[in-house]
């Protein structure tokens, strides 16, 4: 059954800053190159209701998949090296259809 990932998360860095802008575009290039990784997408929030600013969103086709994926080194180094250092707060959502 697919499995879509989710987080949802605001970074330490400005907004529209080169900071963030450069977040971003390694965290694409990163993630997209890992094996299983289907359909991801970068999304910016736009309600008031939430002070977490962006989104990754990325389908995975089983639970084997999405475990290559948590455990894949490219994962684990953008995790330690980028993720905690550059991540103020986040949450972490994932899915299968009811």
């Not at 400005?14 to 970068?42: K, M």
């Not at 999405?66 to 490219?74: G, S």
């Not at 330690?80 to 550059?86: D, K, L, M």
Request: glycine share 2%.
């Amino acid at each position: 059954m697919p499995i879509q990932h989710t987080v949802v998360f605001r970074l330490a860095h400005p907004a529209g800053s080169p900071d963030e802008t450069a977040f971003l575009a390694d965290a694409r290039a990163a993630l997209t190159s890992i094996p299983g990784v289907e359909d991801f997408r970068i999304n910016r929030q736009v309600s008031a209701k939430s002070d977490l600013e962006h989104q990754f969103s990325m389908v995975f086709q089983d639970a084997a998949a999405y475990q290559a994926y948590n455990d894949h080194p490219t994962h684990v180094a953008f995790v330690a090296e980028r993720w905690v250092p550059e991540v103020a707060e986040f949450q972490e959502y994932d899915f299968v259809e009811a």
